[in-house]
């Protein structure tokens, strides 16, 4: 369905405003970090690998080219003038479809900010949670485009930042939780509701993934019952805390080979595998190849699109 007249010019205005920043400041990696806390812009010139990795809540504005994002058995396409959204701390495999130097892919990455949220629900009043997925698809409304359009604006006037930029997170959050999605983005809001116990949870677990966490003390930082916790833990994030920690060690160990240059040995035993052989396994498990092969060939593919 094509974009309404205003929306269209409005989304390729906010297309060229993140296409001029990214240009100037992306590093190799197709990231262009920002002055403005909780903002990236990201551009990719060409189809990238498989991306695993543990997402932290979020809103990706998708500008131009596709990407795909799969959680568990949903996989999401997005294009153009659609925003992903992610409520929870949750596992997710993502990979760039569309893109190429003719016609990159770009997207304004906007982290979700529990405490506004928390405040905006407070004043917005309560509304009925249909429950559902964490990662979610959405056209982007004409309101979240304006307003990241200012926000991305601000860049070019850096003495303003620090006077504007608050308000303007503050109005992108007010929109996104106006949007049919609103109540699964006020979830992050509850000071002691499910997702953000396991949130704490997972921030342990984040900090401390190359040591044995127990479930009882995981449990304790969540304040929950240990069977309790791992219910509900796995209703947040699709797996239990075991696999989730399993996924953290692989994908800092593939992290530390790819960007390190650390031979597949020293990974596993810096993130906390006892035996290489089990490392090897669960590793080829999660990426389809063993670490050597695996790596070389992102390495392969890292030098093609140079």
Same mark, same amino acid.
């Given at each position: 369905m094509p974009l309404p007249c205003s929306l269209a010019s409005m989304n390729d205005t906010l297309l060229d405003t993140v296409r001029r920043y990214s240009m100037a400041h992306a590093d190799h990696t197709g990231f262009a970090s920002t002055p403005i806390?909780? #903002?990236?812009v990201?551009?990719?010139?060409? &189809?990238? @690998?498989?991306?695993?990795?543990?997402?932290?809540p979020l809103a990706c504005l998708v500008l131009q080219g596709t990407k795909l994002v799969t959680m568990g058995n949903q996989t999401l396409t997005f294009e153009a003038g659609d925003s992903l959204l992610i409520t929870a701390d949750v596992p997710t495999v993502s990979q760039i479809r569309r893109a190429s130097v003719v016609e990159p892919y770009f997207s304004m990455v906007i982290c979700l900010?529990?405490?506004?949220?928390? @405040?905006?629900?407070?004043?917005?009043? &309560?509304?009925?949670? +249909?429950?559902?997925?964490?990662?979610?698809?959405? &056209?982007?409304h004409a309101e979240v485009a304006d307003s990241a359009l200012r926000l991305m604006r601000l860049l070019d006037r850096p003495a303003a930042i620090q006077h504007l930029h608050g308000s303007l997170m503050r109005e992108i959050h007010y929109w996104l939780l106006a949007g049919r999605h609103g109540a699964a983005i006020r979830r992050l809001g509850v000071t002691d509701g499910h997702v953000q116990?396991?949130?704490?949870?997972v921030n342990v677990m984040r900090a401390d993934f190359a040591k044995t966490l127990p479930v009882e003390e995981l449990a304790s930082v969540a304040g929950m019952s240990p069977s309790s916790f791992h219910q509900h833990f796995r209703s947040v994030t699709s797996l239990s805390p075991l696999q989730f920690q399993k996924q953290l060690r692989l994908i800092e160990a593939r992290r530390m080979m790819l960007a390190e240059g650390a031979n597949s040995s020293i990974a596993a035993f810096s993130v906390g595998y006892e035996s290489v052989?089990?490392?090897?396994?669960?590793?080829?498990?999660?990426?389809?190849? +063993? &670490?050597?092969?695996?790596?070389?060939?992102?390495?392969?593919?890292? #030098?093609a699109a140079a």
């Open positions: 806390a909780g #903002l990236t990201i551009r990719a010139t060409a &189809p990238s @690998e498989l991306q695993h990795q543990i997402t932290s900010d529990a405490a506004i949220i928390a @405040e905006l629900s407070a004043e917005m009043g &309560p509304i009925a949670d +249909p429950g559902g997925a964490a990662v979610r698809n959405e &056209p982007t116990r396991i949130g704490r949870a052989q089990q490392f090897n396994r669960e590793y080829r498990r999660m990426f389809g190849l +063993p &670490p050597v092969k695996e790596i070389q060939t992102a390495r392969s593919r890292q #030098l």
